[in-house]
Nanobody, 121 residues
Framework: QEQLVESGGGSVQAGGSLRLSCAASGYSPYCMAWFRQAPGKERERVAS???????SYADSVKGRFTISQDNAKNTLYLQMNTLKPEDTAMYYC?????????????????WGQGTQVTVSS
């Protein structure tokens, strides 16, 4: 049974760090990604990684966030440093069958339940 379970969210002050994890089971994905959605805003792709470990980042997080995967543990990670209040959102782990890692959330086929990240100024 396919399942994605996120963890690691929480509340932190601006400038702080958090590490999100996503435990995946039942998948052999070509691409995994982190999305986020703030109230009243569209869901946006934060970072993605494919089976060849090629990564891509939203401009707003480049240099601050790092996506990685541990294939032995079937776990996806998002290391978030120098967090800003505008990073506050629900963060979701997602799987796509497309190895080019699409930007649109509509191209992702499986989703976790989300983990909340709140950054205070």
């Amino acid at each position: 049974q396919e399942q994605l379970v996120e963890s690691g969210g929480g509340s932190v002050q601006a400038g702080g760090s958090l590490r999100l994890s996503c435990a995946a089971s039942g998948y052999s994905p070509y691409c995994m990604a982190w999305f986020r959605q703030a109230p009243g805003k569209e869901r946006e792709r934060v970072a993605s990684i494919n089976v060849k470990d090629m990564t891509s980042y939203a401009d707003s997080v480049k240099g601050r966030f790092t996506i990685s995967q541990d294939n032995a543990k079937n776990t996806l990670y998002l290391q978030m440093n120098t967090l800003k209040p505008e990073d506050t959102a629900m963060y979701y782990c997602a799987v796509s069958v497309w190895p080019q890692c699409p930007v649109s959330h509509g191209e992702y086929h499986y989703w976790g339940q989300g983990t909340q990240v709140t950054v205070s100024s």
